[in-house]
């Protein structure tokens, strides 16, 4: 099964990866794993103010800082993955990338460090599930 694990470095990332490792008859090292982020742009006047390259950089040491500790992580556990990231809104971001790899099977944690929190689940988590037919497995 080809599985997307949404991540965002938040204790629910945690939870979800120790979900996905003390859960080896559903995540067993034969699915293929792509970890993915997905970072929010800088508003356009910092874009413009820093220029193109520097905000290029800022995301993709952002993103890798969420990225390189899921990765040690799953390497240990025998789970080989993929890494992925784009700069965008990131339940948008999720969903599309998601759709456009033809992922089979959505991971998320229910919340992360949005400053804004749904009653029942993050925003991000409501956005994908709004915008993607794929089957989600939020883990709270």
């Avoid at 950089?57 to 040690?72: G, M, S």
């Avoid at 804004?116 to 794929?134: E, F, H, P, Q, Y």
Wanted: charged share 20%.
């Amino acid at each position: 099964m080809k599985i997307l694990l949404a991540l965002d470095g938040s204790k629910y990332t945690k939870k979800m990866l120790a979900y996905i490792i003390t859960h080896p008859e559903l995540f067993g090292v034969d699915n293929d794993f792509t970890a993915f982020t997905a970072h929010t742009p800088l508003p356009p006047r910092a874009c413009a103010a820093v220029g193109k390259d520097i905000a290029d950089n800022y995301h993709a040491l952002e993103c890798e800082k969420v990225l390189a500790p899921v990765a040690k992580f799953l390497v240990r556990h025998n789970i080989n993955a993929q890494s992925a990231w784009k700069v965008g809104m990131p339940g948008e971001a999720i969903a599309k990338f998601a759709e456009d790899g033809k992922f089979e099977l959505i991971v998320i944690g229910s919340h992360g460090h949005g400053a804004l929190r749904g009653l029942l689940m993050g925003s991000v988590v409501s956005k994908v599930i709004a915008l993607t037919d794929i089957p989600t497995l939020i883990v709270r």
